[in-house]
């Protein structure tokens, strides 16, 4: 009887050491687990590539003139000076720029996992592209002759200008907050809890 109750007692300590060990070993697992591997994690932030998060719109009125000469008036006139007429055009662009950052070119080195942490060095934000829809450009008036080649400067003109306000209006400091909270937001839900951003 007494080895029994001996053996009774040793089955019931084992057990109450291994639901111990159990219940110890369950508070300190997280519940979410993070991504296992760096490669998968880059693969995963790859996939997004370019990720745009902030956006400039601007409508712009462009107004340029031009000189242009006459052949053979000034020696018909008998005149010394060079004849000229001026042509005119007035157009109504509407431009978009958008920043964001390009995430295509992160690679290992980039990013480091220690336990649920992850500390990852991103390229800087920046204007990813600036964009004028040549169906929405409206000539409000015109005289004279232009050339698509002309058009085609001028509009190469008014993007530089959309991005150059842009940039005035600090879209990338914006695209730089938001971009942030969304990557964090993303990785959150991946399983990491600290993660820590810098740039190259």
């Given at each position: 009887m007494n080895e029994k109750r001996y053996t009774l007692v040793i089955l019931i300590t084992f057990a109450i050491v291994i639901l111990y060990y159990i219940r110890h070993t369950n508070t300190l697992t997280p519940t979410t687990n993070p991504?296992?591997?760096?490669?998968?994690?880059?693969?995963?932030?790859?996939?997004?590539?370019?990720?745009?998060?902030?956006?400039?719109?601007?409508?712009?009125?462009?107004?340029?003139?031009?000189?242009?000469?006459?052949?053979?008036?000034?020696?018909?006139?008998?005149?010394?000076?060079?004849?000229?007429?001026?042509?005119k055009i007035v157009l109504i662009v509407k431009g978009t720029a958008n920043a964001g950052i390009d995430l295509s070119t992160l690679s290992e080195t980039d990013i480091f996992v220690r336990n649920d942490s992850l500390f990852c060095q991103l390229p800087q934000y920046s204007i990813l592209e600036t964009i004028i829809n040549p169906n929405e450009i409206e000539v409000y008036s015109e005289s004279g002759d232009w050339s698509q080649n002309e058009m085609n400067q001028i509009i190469l003109e008014a993007k530089d200008s959309i991005k150059q306000n842009a940039i005035s209006q600090k879209i990338v400091e914006t695209a730089k907050n938001n971009g942030e909270k969304q990557l964090s937001d993303l990785l959150k839900v991946a399983g990491y809890s600290t993660i820590v951003f810098s740039y190259k």
């Open positions: 991504i296992a591997t760096t490669s998968s994690m880059i693969t995963k932030i790859r996939e997004i590539k370019e990720l745009r998060t902030a956006s400039y719109i601007e409508e712009r009125v462009i107004i340029k003139e031009k000189e242009r000469g006459i052949p053979g008036l000034s020696n018909f006139l008998g005149l010394d000076k060079k004849v000229t007429l001026s042509d």
